[in-house]
């Protein structure tokens, strides 16, 4: 059956930062990523109406070699699965297939950095948005929220060392968050043990005037998530509150490379759910009385 589309509000934005010789930070929007690899800043803005929208981030790993590369690998690897992502019509397609983008992705980066000599890495933030649902998957510690009328909802997880000793409550969340070894994941693309490959996964549900923030961690190890809720909580424009996220982690000192995509929902597809609906019973009900009518003409 064919798909209903949503019509998302887009904007992707990437600052190299204060502090780092070179951008190594990519973004996915419905196909467009950053082509090249001598970026300092880079935006790109949409209103796009698609039956499946594929919104993503891969953050090169501060530290490794080649993270540039690492991460275009990751939005690379998404592009080449674009007709697959278009077919997809339920929460356990969207996994499926975008666990084989992420194993495609480590595979790739696994088999260049054996070629070269040097170790390479990336996060890897993902979103699918369709009329029916949204899904999220991350590796890595790129985050993802999800702002409705309700309130804002963190969909992903942190992919740390840290994390799983808060996890396994040897420390505070408090304690993680000042700890010096916060950043170090313990799952990402190009990594070696594929068996532990395994990204954090949800799904819910997704209306009208809700929006979607995918980052990298140059935001949110600058900015809390009570700044961030206020910045998505503004009726302007996504491209605006794109730039205010990235001003408010660089005022905040943020020394890292700063990428957002947000996302608004200007239409959920629920008047096209309902008028298709709405077709299909009328057109029952004219069935059904033609049919009546054909019976009581043979009586």
């Known amino acids: 059956m064919r798909g209903i589309p949503i019509t998302l509000e887009i904007a992707a934005v990437t600052d190299i930062g204060q502090r780092r010789m070179r951008n190594e930070d990519n973004f996915f929007v419905n196909g467009a990523f950053i ?6 800043a880079e935006r790109f803005e949409t209103t796009d109406a698609e039956e499946v929208h594929v919104l ?3 953050d090169g790993m501060g530290g490794q070699s080649d993270g540039d590369v690492a991460a275009m690998t ?5 592009s080449d699965f674009s007709e697959e992502l278009q077919k997809i019509r339920t929460y356990e397609e969207a996994s499926y297939i975008a666990n084989r983008v992420v194993r495609m992705a480590n595979e790739r980066i696994i088999k260049r950095s054996k070629k070269i000599g040097r170790t390479m890495g ?13 899904y999220a998957c991350n590796l890595g510690d790129s985050e993802i929220y999800h702002k409705n009328r309700y309130g804002m909802e963190r969909l992903s997880k942190p992919q740390t060392f840290v994390q799983e000793l808060v996890d ?22 190009g ?8 990204p954090n996964e949800c799904c819910v549900e997704l209306r009208t005037g809700d929006i979607m923030l995918i980052c990298s961690d140059g935001v949110t190890d600058a900015l809390p998530s009570h700044s961030i809720y206020a910045s998505l ?3 302007r424009p996504v491209k605006e509150i794109a730039d205010t996220i990235i001003h408010k982690a660089l005022r905040k000192g943020s020394g890292d490379n700063i990428t957002v995509v947000i996302a608004r929902v200007l239409d959920d597809g629920s008047s096209t759910r309902l008028a298709r609906t709405v077709g299909l019973v ?8 033609l049919l009546a009518a054909l019976l009581l003409a043979l009586l």
């Open 191 to 198: 990594m070696e043990n594929t068996k532990a490959l395994k």
């Open 122 to 134: 990336s996060t890897f933030a993902m979103l699918v948005a369709t009329s029916r649902f949204l």
């Open 74 to 78: 990751g939005v690379t690897t998404l």
């Open 282 to 289: 009328l057109g029952i009900t004219a069935g059904a009385v």
């Open 168 to 189: 396994s409550g040897a420390i505070s969340q408090n304690q993680a968050n000042v700890s010096f070894a916060r950043n170090q994941l313990s799952k990402y693309l």
């Open 35 to 40: 082509d090249h690899y001598k970026v300092t």
């Open 233 to 235: 909580s503004s009726s």
């Open 56 to 58: 993503a981030v891969c």
